[in-house]
């Protein structure tokens, strides 16, 4: 595929301009290749392939969201803050995966965010201690579900 390169005008003051004309990164020498190299730089800055960066741009994308599903009683629903940590470490390691990452690498490094949702949902759902969640009622049923999911494993696990 032919790759057409884009004709661009623009102004700017004269401190940009020197900003501009300063950099030498890559043997940078006309205004071309000075643009080029600051969107390079740019892109670098700002990149996806580094967990911290990736961990960063999550979580002040959720934060929002945490801060408009805030209980207004006293406590957090421990529900809510465990998917938005799922969401924000489970977005920021997708994002943050080397291109030559395979389903393996992901699931792999998944793993982790997975088993501490679970380890901070289960206790308050199935023995209604360790975080407040504010739908009882749904609750008590979800734990109605999944004792009888794990009645139903046990019993398949025993016959194997």
Do not use: W
Request: hydrophobic fraction near 40%; proline fraction near 3%; glycine fraction near 2%.
């Amino acid at each position: 595929m032919i790759s057409k390169s884009q004709s661009i005008s623009v102004r700017l003051s004269e401190d940009d301009y020197a900003y501009l004309m300063a950099i030498r990164q890559n043997g940078a020498l006309t205004q071309s290749d000075k643009v080029r190299e600051l969107i390079a730089m740019a892109r670098e800055a700002v990149g996806t392939e580094s967990f911290a960066r990736s961990f960063i741009t999550a979580s002040d994308s959720m934060a929002p969201y945490r801060a408009r599903y805030k209980s207004p009683e006293s406590d957090r629903s421990i529900l809510n803050e465990a998917v938005f940590d799922l969401l924000t470490e489970s977005a920021a390691i997708i994002q943050s995966q080397d291109s030559k990452a395979c389903a393996a690498d992901l699931e792999r490094q998944l793993f982790p965010v997975v088993s501490d949702l679970l380890r901070r949902l289960l206790p308050p759902l199935l023995a209604q201690s360790g975080g407040t969640l504010l739908n009882n009622d749904l609750a008590e049923q979800l734990q109605q579900q999944l004792l009888t999911d794990f009645s139903h494993l046990n019993c398949a696990n025993r016959k194997e």
